[in-house]
Protein backbone atom coordinates (compact mmCIF):
# COMPACT_ATOMS: atom_id res chain seq x y z
CA UNK A 1 0.00 0.00 0.00
CA UNK A 2 1.16 3.17 -0.42
CA UNK A 3 1.23 5.74 2.53
CA UNK A 4 0.95 9.31 2.48
CA UNK A 5 2.13 11.03 5.48
CA UNK A 6 0.97 14.53 5.88
CA UNK A 7 3.27 17.52 7.52
CA UNK A 8 2.33 19.31 9.79
CA UNK A 9 -0.34 17.64 11.80
CA UNK A 10 -1.68 21.04 12.69
CA UNK A 11 -0.63 24.60 12.05
CA UNK A 12 -2.32 28.45 12.65
CA UNK A 13 -1.48 31.35 10.56
CA UNK A 14 -2.53 34.67 10.74
CA UNK A 15 -5.28 35.78 8.43
CA UNK A 16 -3.78 37.34 4.85
CA UNK A 17 -0.56 35.04 5.39
CA UNK A 18 0.69 32.27 3.39
CA UNK A 19 -0.48 28.13 4.84
CA UNK A 20 1.44 25.69 3.52
CA UNK A 21 0.65 21.83 4.22
CA UNK A 22 2.84 19.30 2.44
CA UNK A 23 2.26 15.39 1.56
CA UNK A 24 4.99 12.66 1.07
CA UNK A 25 3.72 9.37 -0.58
CA UNK A 26 5.77 6.32 0.25
CA UNK A 27 6.10 5.57 -3.59
CA UNK A 28 5.34 7.83 -6.65
CA UNK A 29 2.14 8.71 -8.07
CA UNK A 30 3.20 9.97 -11.09
CA UNK A 31 1.77 7.61 -13.99
CA UNK A 32 4.32 7.79 -16.36
CA UNK A 33 2.07 7.11 -19.97
CA UNK A 34 0.02 10.17 -19.15
CA UNK A 35 2.80 12.00 -17.31
CA UNK A 36 -0.15 13.12 -14.72
CA UNK A 37 0.11 12.72 -10.40
CA UNK A 38 -2.88 10.83 -9.15
CA UNK A 39 -3.00 13.05 -6.18
CA UNK A 40 -6.06 14.96 -4.95
CA UNK A 41 -6.54 17.57 -1.92
CA UNK A 42 -10.06 17.34 0.31
CA UNK A 43 -11.27 20.28 2.79
CA UNK A 44 -13.09 19.10 5.55
CA UNK A 45 -14.48 22.02 7.66
CA UNK A 46 -16.13 20.66 11.47
CA UNK A 47 -19.33 18.41 11.00
CA UNK A 48 -19.42 18.52 7.13
CA UNK A 49 -18.15 15.78 4.65
CA UNK A 50 -14.91 16.19 2.92
CA UNK A 51 -14.76 18.46 -0.16
CA UNK A 52 -12.53 18.48 -3.22
CA UNK A 53 -10.37 21.08 -3.87
CA UNK A 54 -7.63 19.61 -6.23
CA UNK A 55 -7.16 16.70 -8.46
CA UNK A 56 -4.24 15.36 -10.36
CA UNK A 57 -2.06 17.39 -7.79
CA UNK A 58 -2.95 20.87 -9.31
CA UNK A 59 -6.27 21.48 -10.89
CA UNK A 60 -8.37 23.37 -9.10
CA UNK A 61 -11.81 21.76 -8.32
CA UNK A 62 -15.08 23.99 -9.66
CA UNK A 63 -15.87 26.39 -7.42
CA UNK A 64 -12.67 26.35 -5.54
CA UNK A 65 -10.98 29.92 -4.61
CA UNK A 66 -8.17 30.96 -6.91
CA UNK A 67 -5.93 30.88 -3.56
CA UNK A 68 -5.86 27.41 -3.35
CA UNK A 69 -3.23 26.00 -5.12
CA UNK A 70 -1.57 22.64 -5.33
CA UNK A 71 2.09 21.82 -7.09
CA UNK A 72 4.27 18.63 -6.75
CA UNK A 73 5.47 15.44 -8.71
CA UNK A 74 5.96 12.12 -7.88
CA UNK A 75 6.41 11.47 -4.39
CA UNK A 76 6.47 15.30 -2.57
CA UNK A 77 3.18 17.17 -2.93
CA UNK A 78 2.46 21.01 -1.27
CA UNK A 79 -0.92 22.66 -1.00
CA UNK A 80 -0.49 26.69 -0.45
CA UNK A 81 -3.34 28.81 0.60
CA UNK A 82 -1.95 32.07 -0.55
CA UNK A 83 -3.39 34.44 1.88
CA UNK A 84 -5.58 32.79 4.17
CA UNK A 85 -9.17 33.52 5.32
CA UNK A 86 -11.18 33.00 8.35
CA UNK A 87 -13.36 30.53 6.46
CA UNK A 88 -10.61 28.16 5.60
CA UNK A 89 -10.37 26.86 8.96
CA UNK A 90 -10.65 22.72 8.89
CA UNK A 91 -8.59 19.74 8.53
CA UNK A 92 -7.35 18.66 4.97
CA UNK A 93 -6.15 15.78 3.49
CA UNK A 94 -4.54 14.16 0.58
CA UNK A 95 -4.92 11.42 -1.31
CA UNK A 96 -3.65 9.20 -3.90
CA UNK A 97 -5.79 7.24 -6.45
CA UNK A 98 -3.13 5.49 -8.17
CA UNK A 99 -4.05 1.78 -8.95
CA UNK A 100 -7.13 0.32 -8.08
CA UNK A 101 -9.99 2.00 -6.05
CA UNK A 102 -9.10 -0.61 -2.90
CA UNK A 103 -4.93 0.88 -3.62
CA UNK A 104 -6.64 4.60 -2.53
CA UNK A 105 -5.42 5.71 1.03
CA UNK A 106 -5.73 9.03 2.35
CA UNK A 107 -3.19 11.72 4.54
CA UNK A 108 -3.38 12.10 7.93
CA UNK A 109 -4.76 14.74 7.70
CA UNK A 110 -3.95 18.46 8.16
CA UNK A 111 -5.52 20.66 10.83
CA UNK A 112 -5.31 24.67 9.86
CA UNK A 113 -6.27 27.23 12.80
CA UNK A 114 -6.37 31.43 12.84
CA UNK A 115 -3.41 32.34 14.94
CA UNK B 1 -27.32 19.86 -8.74
CA UNK B 2 -25.80 16.42 -7.09
CA UNK B 3 -26.84 15.14 -4.30
CA UNK B 4 -26.31 12.08 -2.28
CA UNK B 5 -28.26 11.81 0.88
CA UNK B 6 -26.78 8.70 3.40
CA UNK B 7 -29.36 7.54 6.06
CA UNK B 8 -30.08 3.91 7.93
CA UNK B 9 -27.23 5.09 10.61
CA UNK B 10 -27.75 4.21 14.35
CA UNK B 11 -26.37 2.39 17.67
CA UNK B 12 -26.16 -1.18 17.18
CA UNK B 13 -25.06 -3.83 19.47
CA UNK B 14 -21.67 -5.35 18.91
CA UNK B 15 -22.35 -8.68 16.26
CA UNK B 16 -25.57 -6.66 14.81
CA UNK B 17 -25.94 -5.48 11.89
CA UNK B 18 -27.30 -2.02 9.95
CA UNK B 19 -28.17 -1.63 6.01
CA UNK B 20 -26.91 2.11 4.93
CA UNK B 21 -28.72 3.87 1.98
CA UNK B 22 -27.45 6.43 -0.63
CA UNK B 23 -29.86 8.52 -2.23
CA UNK B 24 -28.63 10.36 -5.79
CA UNK B 25 -30.09 13.01 -7.55
CA UNK B 26 -28.60 15.55 -10.03
CA UNK B 27 -26.66 13.13 -12.12
CA UNK B 28 -26.84 10.03 -14.37
CA UNK B 29 -26.76 7.51 -11.20
CA UNK B 30 -25.99 4.79 -13.56
CA UNK B 31 -23.18 6.07 -14.85
CA UNK B 32 -20.50 6.27 -11.86
CA UNK B 33 -18.79 4.23 -10.10
CA UNK B 34 -19.32 4.78 -6.36
CA UNK B 35 -17.54 4.20 -2.91
CA UNK B 36 -18.18 4.38 0.66
CA UNK B 37 -15.50 6.31 2.94
CA UNK B 38 -16.02 5.91 6.46
CA UNK B 39 -14.65 8.60 9.43
CA UNK B 40 -13.79 7.08 12.92
CA UNK B 41 -14.41 9.93 15.47
CA UNK B 42 -11.75 12.29 15.65
CA UNK B 43 -9.60 10.25 12.94
CA UNK B 44 -9.01 10.86 9.03
CA UNK B 45 -10.57 9.31 5.91
CA UNK B 46 -10.90 5.25 5.33
CA UNK B 47 -11.77 3.98 1.60
CA UNK B 48 -13.82 0.79 2.80
CA UNK B 49 -16.13 -0.04 -0.42
CA UNK B 50 -16.18 0.69 -4.29
CA UNK B 51 -19.06 -0.55 -6.37
CA UNK B 52 -18.39 0.08 -10.13
CA UNK B 53 -21.50 1.46 -12.26
CA UNK B 54 -22.38 -2.27 -13.84
CA UNK B 55 -21.96 -3.78 -10.33
CA UNK B 56 -19.21 -5.60 -11.93
CA UNK B 57 -16.58 -4.99 -10.15
CA UNK B 58 -16.25 -4.70 -6.29
CA UNK B 59 -13.54 -3.94 -3.71
CA UNK B 60 -13.13 -4.18 0.22
CA UNK B 61 -10.79 -3.16 2.74
CA UNK B 62 -9.29 -5.74 4.50
CA UNK B 63 -10.79 -4.01 7.72
CA UNK B 64 -14.19 -5.06 6.27
CA UNK B 65 -13.74 -7.85 3.77
CA UNK B 66 -16.21 -10.59 4.48
CA UNK B 67 -18.48 -8.87 7.04
CA UNK B 68 -19.58 -5.93 4.67
CA UNK B 69 -21.87 -5.71 1.11
CA UNK B 70 -21.84 -3.32 -1.10
CA UNK B 71 -24.39 -3.23 -3.82
CA UNK B 72 -26.69 -0.60 -5.80
CA UNK B 73 -30.07 -0.39 -7.52
CA UNK B 74 -30.20 1.78 -10.59
CA UNK B 75 -34.21 2.06 -10.41
CA UNK B 76 -34.10 3.26 -6.99
CA UNK B 77 -30.88 5.54 -7.47
CA UNK B 78 -29.23 4.32 -4.56
CA UNK B 79 -26.59 2.86 -3.25
CA UNK B 80 -26.25 0.09 -0.35
CA UNK B 81 -23.95 -1.27 2.45
CA UNK B 82 -25.09 -4.00 4.08
CA UNK B 83 -23.03 -4.38 7.67
CA UNK B 84 -22.50 -7.75 9.07
CA UNK B 85 -20.80 -8.48 12.40
CA UNK B 86 -20.60 -4.92 13.53
CA UNK B 87 -17.61 -4.51 15.94
CA UNK B 88 -16.78 -1.47 18.13
CA UNK B 89 -13.83 -0.44 16.04
CA UNK B 90 -16.83 -0.09 13.38
CA UNK B 91 -17.71 3.33 14.69
CA UNK B 92 -17.64 5.83 12.78
CA UNK B 93 -19.63 8.20 9.95
CA UNK B 94 -20.13 6.37 7.40
CA UNK B 95 -19.81 8.47 3.25
CA UNK B 96 -21.40 7.97 -0.04
CA UNK B 97 -18.53 9.59 -2.30
CA UNK B 98 -18.59 9.23 -6.28
CA UNK B 99 -16.03 9.03 -8.26
CA UNK B 100 -14.94 11.80 -10.63
CA UNK B 101 -15.48 9.76 -13.59
CA UNK B 102 -12.03 8.04 -14.55
CA UNK B 103 -14.12 4.79 -15.28
CA UNK B 104 -12.84 1.57 -16.32
CA UNK B 105 -12.71 0.87 -12.59
CA UNK B 106 -9.35 2.97 -11.99
CA UNK B 107 -8.52 4.57 -8.77
CA UNK B 108 -10.15 7.87 -8.57
CA UNK B 109 -10.78 10.78 -6.88
CA UNK B 110 -14.54 11.81 -5.12
CA UNK B 111 -16.07 14.85 -6.56
CA UNK B 112 -18.79 14.47 -4.72
CA UNK B 113 -19.80 13.39 -0.70
CA UNK B 114 -22.85 12.87 0.97
CA UNK B 115 -23.59 14.10 4.30
CA UNK B 116 -22.61 11.34 6.19
CA UNK B 117 -24.51 8.82 8.98
CA UNK B 118 -22.85 8.08 11.93
CA UNK B 119 -22.83 4.45 13.25
CA UNK B 120 -22.21 3.78 16.58
CA UNK B 121 -21.13 0.06 17.76
CA UNK B 122 -21.87 -0.89 21.49
CA UNK B 123 -23.11 -2.42 24.29
Known amino acids: DIVMTQSPDSLAVSVGERATINCKSS????????????LAWYQQKPGQPPKLLISWASTRASGAPDRFSGSGSGTDFTLTISSLQAEDVAVYYC???????????FGQGTRLEIK | EVQLVESGGGLVQPGGSLRLSCAASGFTFSSYNMNWVRQAPGKGLEWISY????????YYADSVKGRFTISRDHAKNSLYLQMNSLRADDTAVYYC????????????????WGQGTLVTVSS
Open chain 1, 95 to 105: QHYYGTPQAIT
Open chain 2, 51 to 58: INSGSSTI
Open chain 1, 27 to 38: QSVLYSSNNKNY
Open chain 2, 97 to 112: ARDAGLGHDNGDYYDY
